[in-house]
């Protein structure tokens, strides 16, 4: 039902900066708690960071510290991360991700195909 495409991603130093966006198709979007998540080569996908469908509740992994801020657009039917002072850790294939419900309660229910996001030293 949802369809999300993301762009943003790329090749970024250590220590600057990234913008990651989300675009989600149809006005069911507004009614929809978003998030990011990303995974890194043999890891598992981790939670990154979430937002209520109003975009007034926010939620972030503790291993983000304050670096990552999600934020949303309604109007725009878009779903934003700014990732700053980015380090070589955070390179991962990056997927927005979309809830079934206002609130970010258990697993998303639609996903991205993902964006590469690599930080060089």
């Known amino acids: 039902q949802v369809q999300l495409v993301e762009s943003g991603g790329g090749l970024v130093q250590a220590g600057g900066s990234l913008r990651l966006r989300c675009v989600a198709s149809g006005r069911a979007f507004r009614n929809n708690a978003m998030g990011w998540f990303r995974q890194a080569p043999g890891k598992e996908r981790e939670f990154g960071g979430s937002i209520s469908a109003g975009g007034v509740v926010t939620r972030y992994a503790d291993s983000l510290k304050g670096r990552f801020t999600i934020s949303r657009d309604n109007a725009k039917n878009t779903v934003y991360l700014q990732m700053n002072s980015l380090k070589p850790d955070d390179t991962a294939v990056y997927y927005c991700?979309?809830?079934?419900?206002?609130?970010?309660?258990?697993?998303?229910?639609?996903w991205g195909q993902g964006t590469q996001v690599t930080v060089s030293s």
């Open positions: 991700a979309a809830y079934s419900d206002p609130l970010p309660l258990g697993n998303p229910e639609y």
